[in-house]
């Protein structure tokens, strides 16, 4: 897990700047503005000043740097559009903040004065309102009812006291429908001021949001006016084989925030722990009322904290359990052709296409391994990511929790897929083979079912 070159620079200035004086004429201009470019996770930005607290680590995301003046903590947004890789191999035109599709993370302290500069870079005008937080009305950021539009090329300030700790989301409220739909939201952390058992310190914080894009196969802007058939289901606009492992030492404790900005709900599942809901957008959880899950369904515009002690060491899947969203894109009218015999069709479409496949008579799981077959140039595979036992044949909203014994504290870097102890794996059975199956039986005894009832059906109907 690296970051470019050029992203930490910008944020060890962020840092320097945060920590040192500055002088009065910087301070009356607008904070440095910070960009990144980089999809790789940027490792956590440990505040160099003000209370401590253990910063978020944002998935192939980063953490907007900040400066202090006069007890102010201000921070610049520039709203513009951006390409954003979200697959090796794939890159979309979005739009989005300091030149990533979702923006920087904010991460303040509860009681911060906080004041962000909104420069909007975009061909139309926007707005940002600050999701979930407690705020003067008129710094709500709704375009026509708290304020007006932020036109191309103006910066607007947007000032408020973080009055509570927990996890917000900020987005647009202008032109909402197109302007979500390429790209544009971020995340919000408050650090409690003072430890707190209802969001208790943890070793590893790790946040990203859900979020879809319809971009059709060999093209790259996203189609805005899709209602529900996205065809890219993905975390921090990335998707799987290009979402970032969760790296945990074992026995450490890690919180999940997850924020939900796409059009549909997102049961997020993981393997192999159980996981309590220590939050929401409304608040810390209270811990008598928390219970276990291995599945959080986390609806539209909702977020959610989940924490989850990390003591398995293995390779854990973390996914959205709707089986359409650990797909990339795909059209979603392919017949089911389990069963059916093509060879004769396929002769037959060959002669007028060649190189027509046929697809799906066993399966799609076969796709994963010709996954670069189906879409023009720069559209990403359907399903893919290499393991160490084959392909994962997984897509958009999966990713691994990867929990290793000596993962040093701290480290967020891959530490490689995890090696099974001898004998602790799922292998083939070598014993005494089983019956030879009979699909003609079986096909035979469903027949004779179907025959069976037919007489019953029909002597129901004489009868009436
Ligand atoms: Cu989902």
């Not at 900020?170 to 971020?186: I, K, R, S, W």
């Not at 802007?221 to 998707?239: A, E, G, H, Y």
């Not at 993962?407 to 089983?434: M, N, S």
Request: proline share 9%; with cysteine; net charge negative.
């Amino acid at each position: 897990m690296t970051s470019s070159r050029r992203g930490f620079l910008l944020r060890s200035a962020g840092v320097t700047l945060a920590a040192t004086a500055v002088s009065r004429a910087a301070l009356a201009g607008l904070p440095e503005l910070a960009s990144h470019d980089s999809p790789d996770t940027a490792p956590p930005l440990v505040p160099g000043s003000g209370p401590h607290y253990n910063p978020v680590v944002t998935l192939n995301g980063w953490t907007l740097p900040w400066r202090m003046n006069g007890g102010v903590k201000e921070f610049h947004l520039v709203a513009e559009p951006v390409l954003r890789e979200m697959a090796p191999g794939f890159t979309a035109r979005l739009w989005g903040y300091n030149g990533q599709s979702p923006g920087p993370t904010i991460e303040v302290v509860e009681g911060d004065r906080v004041r962000l500069f909104v420069t909007n870079r975009l061909p139309e005008h926007t707005s940002v309102h600050w999701h979930g937080q407690r705020l003067p009305n008129g710094m709500d950021g709704v375009t026509g009812l708290t304020q007006p539009a932020i036109a191309p090329g103006k910066t607007f300030v947007y000032e408020f006291v973080a009055r509570r700790a927990g996890t917000f989301m900020y987005h647009p409220h202008a032109d909402e429908m197109v302007q979500m739909a390429m790209g544009m939201m971020g995340f919000w952390v408050t650090h409690p001021r003072a430890p707190s058992p209802a969001i208790a310190a943890v070793d590893r914080d790790y946040v990203f949001l859900l979020n879809a894009y319809d971009v059709t196969p060999g093209a790259s802007v996203p189609k805005t006016s899709t209602m529900t058939d996205f065809n890219l289901w993905s975390w921090n606009s990335r998707i799987f084989p290009g979402i970032a492992p969760l790296v945990a030492r074992q026995h450490e404790r890690v919180r999940l925030r997850v924020g939900n900005l796409s059009m549909t709900n997102h049961p997020i599942h993981l393997h192999g722990h159980e996981m309590h809901v220590t939050g929401t957008d409304g608040g810390p959880t209270p811990p008598a009322s928390r219970w276990p899950e291995v599945t959080v369904d986390i609806a539209v515009g909702q977020m959610r904290q989940m924490e989850f002690v990390a003591d398995a060491e293995g390779d854990w899947s973390l996914h959205c359990h709707k089986a359409h969203h650990t797909m990339n894109a795909m059209g979603h009218d392919v017949p089911n052709m389990i069963g059916v015999d093509q060879k004769d069709v396929v002769d037959h479409i060959r002669a007028l296409v060649p190189g027509y496949m046929a697809m799906g008579a066993n399966g799609m799981g076969d796709m994963a391994d010709m996954a670069m077959m189906p879409g023009p140039p720069g559209t990403a595979p359907m399903m893919g990511g290499d393991g160490p036992y084959g392909s994962l044949e997984m897509g958009g909203m999966f990713s691994v929790v990867k929990v290793r014994r000596d993962q040093p504290a701290g480290d967020y870097r891959d530490p490689g897929w995890f090696e099974h102890p001898p004998g602790t794996t799922a292998h083939e059975w070598t014993g005494e083979p089983p019956p030879a199956a009979s699909h003609a039986a079986n096909n035979r005894a469903n027949d004779a079912t179907v025959q069976a009832k037919k007489p019953d059906m029909g002597g129901m109907r004489m009868e009436h």
